[in-house]
């Protein structure tokens, strides 16, 4: 059923509109889909959202996007173009995530390659030193330490107590001696032979 020269009438809205607001389709006799692109559009969106409820999945909501802005797929936000890194390889030049997902995305995966462990690892592993240093005992617990020759994870420091392992290079002995010298326990070496030295016990 058409309405005036040049429009078709939709079978889903019944609107007469414009030729140019239905898709093509060949094997219909004008060449043209019995429904406009708009109601094409509806039943596409229901039907999508019909194989998602029944796979048990999530169905996100249409987000109204402003001019200058992009909605990150990952913290669900809509955020001006300066909140994205750029990538010439997408439609957009955009990334598909915001900068603050990414650098969340960053940490964790440094995390896992430089650790072997996850964030929430990490944050049960603070919980578990009460969310202190576990040297100093005073200030809060933010870099992951470990041993640099099996790799495995000692524990949660804070800046300065794990700025202070590298440079004793993780030696006991030195940490030892620093000890005792801070508790006024100064070492004296013994001169053993010329340019040689015998530290105490």
């Known amino acids: 059923m058409t309405g005036q020269p040049g429009e078709k009438r939709c079978t889903s ?8 607001e239905f898709a093509r389709d060949k094997n219909r006799r004008d060449g043209l889909q019995v429904r406009c692109r708009e109601c094409v559009a509806e039943y596409s969106a229901a ?37 994205w890194h750029r990538n010439a390889t997408a439609s957009d030049g955009l990334s598909t995530r915001c900068k603050a997902c990414r650098a969340v995305e960053g940490r964790a995966g440094h995390l896992k390659r430089q650790y072997g462990i996850t964030e ?38 804070c800046f300065s107590c794990n700025a202070a392992l590298g440079q004793f290079k993780d030696r006991p002995d030195a940490i030892r001696r620093a000890a005792a010298y801070v508790e006024g326990n100064a070492w004296k070496p013994t001169l053993v032979a010329p340019g040689v030295y015998r530290l105490p016990s």
């Open 120 to 157: 929430m690892e990490r944050d049960a592993l603070v919980a578990s030193q009460g969310g202190a240093c576990c040297i100093c005992l005073a200030a809060p617990a933010a870099h992951v330490d470990h041993c640099h020759e099996t790799g495995r994870v000692r524990g949660v420091l």
């Open 47 to 83: 039907h999508y959202r019909r194989r998602r409820e029944a796979l048990g999945r999530t169905v996100r909501e249409k987000v109204e996007v402003p001019a200058g802005h992009k909605l990150c797929r990952s913290c669900g936000e809509v955020k001006p173009h300066s909140e």
């Open 13 to 20: 809205c019944k609107r007469a509109l414009p030729m140019a």
